[in-house]
């Protein structure tokens, strides 16, 4: 078996300098200084710039001038996975597939974390989904979904695999299962789940709520 050439990290001229250099009180120096200190042409790093603003890394506001912003993972992920869904919408089934692996093998570690307060968001975003659910005319709780699920990993402080949870959720919507009405009785059976996991979480039952977790899961692929 051929053994194929392995590219090491690399990052441009900028992003390095944005990485080793301390942001000055008014922000990150001008390109024309940047390019004089690099050794880069302006018109290279204005490229270098925009990917850096694309990946969430650097902004600039007129008369602020650049700043370096906190490390995020999900713009990278969106920008690939947007790219993925574009060539073939069948990459969202296997994307999923990576996201139900990665808040399984987070489970425990998230749920030990989460405060007392965020509980009693947990609560809340189950009442108001039931409302919705029993509500005249019938409401698609999408925005408890997500905030439920992003909620449950949010004191894990790992920019990856928030980005990666983060990511699903805009292809999920990218894909349209966010406006989804095609079943009554679906939508009560996953929020079913939802109460499970959020009364194990509430009672220290860890486990259980993760059973709950790993069968709803499931119900993405059987969903009419």
Wanted: hydrophobic fraction near 40%; charge should be negative; charged fraction near 25%.
């Amino acid at each position: 078996m051929a053994i194929r050439d392995r590219n090491p990290l690399e990052i441009s001229e900028f992003l390095r300098y944005l990485a080793t250099h301390q942001e000055v009180e008014n922000g990150l120096p001008p390109l024309k200084k940047l390019s004089e200190e690099l050794g880069v042409s302006i018109g290279s790093l204005r490229e270098q710039l925009e990917v850096a603003r694309a990946l969430g890394l650097v902004e600039v506001k007129p008369r602020l001038g650049m700043r370096r912003r906190e490390y995020v993972f999900a713009p990278a992920v969106r920008q690939s996975l947007g790219y993925a869904l574009a060539l073939n919408s069948e990459h969202f089934r296997k994307y999923s597939e990576l996201r139900n692996h990665v808040e399984a093998a987070f489970w425990d570690e998230a749920v030990r974390k989460l405060t007392e307060e965020d509980k009693t968001e947990l609560r809340s975003l189950i009442a108001r989904a039931f409302e919705k659910l029993q509500g005249s005319p019938i409401r698609v709780p999408h925005e408890e979904h997500r905030t439920l699920h992003l909620l449950i990993y949010s004191r894990l402080e790992n920019p990856f695999v928030t980005g990666i949870l983060e990511a699903y959720w805009d292809a999920y919507e990218t894909v349209g299962l966010n406006v989804f009405t095609g079943g009554y009785e679906y939508l009560q059976e996953v929020w079913r789940y939802h109460q499970q996991m959020v009364d194990a979480i509430c009672n220290g039952n860890y486990e259980e709520g993760y059973r709950a977790l790993i069968a709803h899961t499931d119900l993405l692929y059987q969903r009419p």
